[in-house]
Structure formats: C-alpha cells, structure tokens
C-alpha cells in the first residue's frame, strides 16, 4: 500500500479510537450503555 494511505488510515482508526474511549469514560454506568450512546453522545 502507499505510505500516504497507510498514515490517513492510521491517523483515523486512532482518532477514532480516542473518540470512542474519551465518551466511555466520560459515563458512569458504561455498562449499560449500547454502541449508538456512547458513539453519538
């Protein structure tokens, strides 16, 4: 694959991946929540 490619992909699983972390942790009851709470807010 092309370097450039592989960075932006990179780049966005990462971005994403704190996103995702940052709303859970930012919830008391993550146990409870489904995909569409903590991905929406």
Known sequence: MNETLVVIVRGLIGFFS???FARLIGKQQV???TFFDYVFG
Do not use: P
């Open 18 to 20: 704190l996103l995702i």
């Open 31 to 33: 146990s409870q929540l």
